[in-house]
T-cell receptor, first 118, second 115 residues
Framework: DVKVTQSSRYLVKRTGEKVFLECVQD?????MFWYRQDPGLGLRLIYF???????EKGDIPEGYSVSREKKERFSLILESASTNQTSMYLC?????????????????FGEGSRLTVL | AQSVTQLGSHVSVSEGALVLLRCNYS??????LFWYVQYPNQGLQLLLK??????LVKGINGFEAEFKKSETSFHLTKPSAHMSDAAEYFC?????????????FGTGTRLLVSP
């Protein structure tokens, strides 16, 4: 059974702390994504990666960074957590199109990491 | 940039009734369109997708959606709701930006099913 695993389901952190959210996929997918999900706003893309060590900003990258040192692992980093980063964070992965120009659109999601920043 | 509008943040139906969840998109080129479902305390999973070809697309769990270019719509339907269909549903459209195709999601519609 294919799987995307997020390291923590629930985290509580204090303002100013550095936060690491880890995501691992076992499907040998090229593309990996980090979204945040907020009520009434749907899913918003923070960062994505289409290859090892490659990363691209999504729609809301401010306050976040990412790391992809290995194909199967994509980490989201909050350098200095703030209360407005309290949210559900979803990691996803996908294969690339045959053209190599992006995701097939069929994303496989982890179960999410609910982060609360106090 | 492409966008997706889902009408109604909540939809309530009775068990056995028709389910209709609305999705409209904006796109200057033929899009790829998707519906995802999120059950409580879980990540999203793909219900169905339209890329090219037949405009009526069948998905898992008895759901289907029809791509109507003239109406820029991709509404999700199911003839008879089941209690297990209670979940949040997200419509998404592919967006090709700087050469990389990625998804843009709508704000979601929560489906409530009553006995």
């Amino acid at each position: 059974d294919v799987k995307v695993t997020q390291s923590s389901r629930y985290l509580v952190k204090r303002t100013g702390e550095k936060v690491f959210l880890e995501c691992v996929q076992d499907m040998d997918h090229e593309n990996m994504f980090w979204y945040r999900q907020d009520p009434g706003l749907g899913l918003r893309l923070i960062y994505f990666s289409y290859d090892v060590k490659m990363k691209e900003k999504g729609d809301i990258p401010e306050g976040y960074s990412v790391s992809r040192e290995k194909k199967e692992r994509f980490s989201l980093i909050l350098e200095s957590a703030s209360t407005n980063q309290t949210s559900m964070y979803l990691c996803a992965s996908s294969l690339s199109e045959d053209s190599g120009r992006g995701s097939t659109g069929e994303l496989f999601f982890g179960e999410g990491s609910r982060l609360t920043v106090l | 940039a492409q966008s997706v509008t889902q009408l109604g943040s909540h939809v309530s139906v009775s068990e056995g009734a028709l389910v209709l969840l609305r999705c409209n998109y904006s796109s200057s080129v033929p899009p790829y369109l998707f519906w995802y479902v999120q059950y409580p305390n879980q990540g999203l999973q793909l219900l169905l997708k339209y890329t090219t070809g037949a405009t009526l697309v069948k998905g898992i769990n008895g759901f289907e959606a029809e791509f109507k270019k003239s109406e820029t719509s991709f509404h999700l339907t199911k003839p008879s709701a089941h209690m297990s269909d209670a979940a949040e549903y997200f419509c998404a459209v592919s967006e090709r930006n700087t050469g990389f195709q990625k998804l843009v999601f709508g704000t979601g519609t929560r489906l409530l099913v009553s006995p």
